[in-house]
T-cell receptor
Framework: SQQGEEDPQALSIQEGENATMNCSYK?????LQWYRQNSGRGLVHLIL?????REKHSGRLRVTLDTSKKSSSLLITASRAADTASYFC??????????FGKGTTLSVSS | NAGVTQTPKFQVLKTGQSMTLQCAQD?????MYWYRQDPGMGLRLIYY???????DKGEVPNGYNVSRLNKREFSLRLESAAPSQTSVYFC?????????FGPGTRLTVL
């Protein structure tokens, strides 16, 4: 069964706005990762946050992790049309493969 | 480097036919994975190989077999295709915590 659940399922915003998507998971983890998938393409790794970290930044991306609530959020600041894609969280437990959520579809219009 | 390559890109099968999806990576990664992606379901792990010579079942292995031919190649075989196996199949390899995905094979079983 899937470990992560993203929320919302779909998000539509205007260019320049911020986009926030959330991920909840069920069991303890070593790390949590976010991936992006452009339409018709494979997934691309965006950022990883370890279980002992609370916040991480990479360019316009900001990820937070709350292990007590078993949740993470991905914030994309100043969105661009090129950010239109599906975003997936994936959790990693010790000795197991990544488990992906169902994804959030982000649409950024100009 | 080509990264992770998959062949074919598209395939149409009739129920009961067999086929092998090919995957190769040139990044010298030990771990390789096969996922299927269905609408609204995210990615589900079919099989994985932690190293050359080993394979393990994932979440949805029924109806599939795999072969880790060598360190570079990891193939997925459908012995008797069923309409329920209509999906997009992704192969991935892993370096430390990050997974690298191929472009996918879109399979339709009639």
């Amino acid at each position: 069964s899937q470990q992560g659940e993203e929320d919302p399922q779909a998000l539509s915003i205007q260019e320049g706005e911020n986009a926030t998507m959330n991920c909840s998971y069920k069991t303890s983890i070593n790390n949590l990762q976010w991936y992006r998938q452009n339409s018709g393409r494979g997934l691309v790794h965006l950022i990883l946050i370890r279980s002992n970290e609370r916040e991480k930044h990479s360019g316009r991306l900001r990820v937070t992790l709350d292990t007590s609530k078993k949740s993470s959020s991905l914030l994309i600041t100043a969105s661009r049309a090129a950010d239109t894609a599906s975003y997936f969280c994936a959790t990693n437990q010790a000795g197991t493969a990544l488990i992906f959520g169902k994804g959030t579809t982000l649409s950024v219009s100009s | 480097n080509a990264g992770v390559t998959q062949t074919p890109k598209f395939q149409v099968l009739k129920t009961g036919q067999s086929m092998t999806l090919q995957c190769a990576q040139d990044m010298n990664h030990n771990s390789m994975y096969w996922y299927r992606q269905d609408p609204g379901m995210g990615l589900r792990l079919i099989y994985y190989s932690a190293s050359e010579g080993t394979t393990d079942k994932g979440e949805v292995p029924n109806g599939y077999n795999v072969s880790r031919l060598n360190k570079r190649e990891f193939s997925l075989r459908l012995e008797s295709a069923a309409p329920s196996q209509t999906s997009v199949y992704f192969c991935a390899s892993r370096k430390v915590n990050e997974q690298f995905f191929g472009p996918g094979t879109r399979l339709t079983v009639l």
